[in-house]
DNA sequence: CTGAAAGCGCTTACAG
DNA sequence: CTGAAAGCGCTTACAG
């Protein structure tokens, strides 16, 4: 069955194709009797006739595709949220978000083969050359950084500020040997370093030991080991940092295992406030952060990437604080 | 800056863009100079030439793209694993692969006016209509079931058979009074329904009573609740099938609040072994399902229904194994 | 072995 | 208020 085309809603209605797309578009400034109006929209219907994304495309040199492209990470409950935001808001603005899971670690460009969205929106950070072929390819580039980054433009969730705020809170309960609890997982390095980062800081900054770091892979054996290595020194730790609630899950696991209780013994703070968090024995206290500002930032700078008319937005302060549970 | 297009690489290599297109594709049974071949080559590199993906999909009617669609369910490790197979192997076959989150409710069909896929995959069923207009926009459609499904060439992870599962397992231990913890999350309701006529049928069969349901939330209090109903009666409950891993650990952290031992007064086990069900205490007995098999099965659909000679995949079975731990 | 030309389906000045 | 025509960038018969 071949497909529908605008001129044979054109042809069944009795009109041109121009005035099929000014009707099917509701094109400004142009004026449309009400009852052509009407035929050619049920005609439309009655065909089923859905335009061509590619000859749209090709022709106005512009598409409604927003691409969201997510480095090579676990996924988990955050994100998640994140691009369940992004696509809803960005569909009230008349734009379609589509995810693209760059895992597998090949260059973006074989992307361009298949789609022409009208802007990219990274997640991490893009190579320079990615992101120089697409702007070369008329993409608009929305980036975001895990870091302070010079460019004013460039969306900054700062990950070592989530270091600095386990560490405050584990500080203000008068811990002062905290170690940080790192995950296992090699694709999680870029998040890890850095809140490691902020933890090393914040610690420094109070005059706190430098603390220490052990890698926890998300079983009890290693946790165990962990928490051997933590508890041996002279002055053992009393309160763990933990990269993200996973992690902290499996310290906690580790600290049961060793007959340590929490949070008298040893504390434990997660991050990301994943659903089972609080179903842990005791619950667990971790940073919770606010996605819903986070997209909205993201989609207000996508839309001002697409339209210089539109100021680009502040960036959102404040996304991040302590959910204080049974842990700490 | 301007658009490098197939005229530009043509205009600087002194060939025609009929040329052009048959280097860059590799076209076969046309020969063309290796020196010719060469310096349109270097050039498309030089002038970072890509290919516009609007004009190939119009021209040739077909593009690189598969679109897989994710229905309104929050997405775990599992599904999280599955697109990550997905892309890879698409990949390995030429074929993009970018995920839709559906999670809008909003119909399909906005979707085509940004993107014009080959094949779209998905992983919840389609409505009726839906199918239809992709057909005729000539897009592939292949859909996925949750239940045995008279179409043999959609794809069925039969949802039920994980409840029969769980069941077999827990009466093999010697339990006869089985409760059913469903989840609270109205999005998992499809899933969850057909998990539980898996168990209420595999108990059936081997003359149990009718399993007790109640919902539990992801919070202690809920369970809490839960575990009360289900030890009130004249028969306690000594066996919990739980929807999944979450609310399987949600329904431990009730048992612990109420001072019950796990597994001796009362059993669980969850479905997807997500990470942290080896790090609960106990750690949780759950149903494991082989995703590579999955994908794999997935993506040779899509194939054979881009490519007429390839061969529909045989369904793989035993795709689900119990893991044995310590909740059971 | 290489090129000129047609055409995919749309949108949009331009003319009437 | 509506239509004829051009052109977006590509691929592919067809001719040479």
Redesign the interface.
Known sequence: ?A??TSADVARESGVSRTTVSYVLNAKHGVTITEATRLRVLSTAERL?Y?????????RSGR???V?CVLPNW????VI?AL??HL??EL?DHG??M????G??N?PL????????PCAVLGLGAFTESDA??M????IQVVGSALDEDPHPEIFVVPQASIGGLQVEHLAERGHRVIAYAAPADDRLAAFADRRLRGVVAECSRRGLPEPVVAPVD???AS?VDAVRRWRSGASPVTAVAAYND?VA??V??GL?AEGLRVPEDVAVIGVDD???A????P?LTTVWQAIDAQASYLVASVLAALDDEVEPPQRPDDVFHVIERDST
Chains 1, 2 share one sequence.
């Open positions: 069955m497909r529908v089923g859905t335009p061509s994304a590619a000859a749209r495309t090709l598409s409604d595709l691409l676990t996924i988990g409950p998640d691009i369940d696509t809803t569909a734009l379609s589509l995810v693209y899971n895992r597998s090949r460009a074989e992307l361009w083969r298949a789609v022409t120089q072929a702007r070369r390819a008329g998300l079983d009890v946790a996973e899950l499996a906690l696991s049961r994943i659903p089972t609080r179903l842990a024995a619950a």
